[in-house]
């Protein structure tokens, strides 16, 4: 027989001392939501097989996808040139200083002056 101390610290059933038997559980939910899920997760059809959504396709549509397909290309090399301006622009921070950067930019270098003349340090 266990000790109180031994009691309190062993987790309880609801049914423990009562005389309730509770039913076992044959729930087939876990099972289910495998299937469901191998369901979803594994091709209906081999992958190197023309789907019906493609079977389906109109010239028209195949038209459209290769426009955007190009498009989608154009894009990306924009992108990436403006990714290998930005890492040569990185690299050249480093050794800027403020008056190469106000000759470049009058505008900056005029608002500037103006806050000087006008003793805003804030």
């Not at 729930?27 to 594994?42: D, H, I, N, T, Y």
């Not at 038209?63 to 040139?81: Q, T, V």
Request: glycine fraction near 4%; hydrophobic fraction near 40%; proline fraction near 7%.
């Amino acid at each position: 027989m266990c000790s109180l101390a031994c009691s309190l610290l062993l987790p309880r059933s609801p049914a423990r001392g009562t005389g309730l038997k509770l039913p076992v559980y044959e729930g087939k939910e876990e099972e289910q939501l495998k299937a469901k899920f191998q369901e979803l997760v594994s091709p209906t059809q081999p992958t190197d097989a023309p789907s019906f959504a493609h079977s389906m396709a109109t010239p028209l549509q195949d038209k459209a996808a290769l426009a955007m397909e190009a498009s989608a290309k154009k894009r990306m090399g924009e992108l990436e040139a403006m990714l290998v301006a930005l890492t040569e622009e990185k690299a050249k921070i480093k050794t800027l200083t403020v008056d190469q950067v106000l000759a470049a930019d009058p505008a900056l270098r005029a608002e500037l002056n103006k806050e000087i003349v006008e003793d805003k340090w804030y």
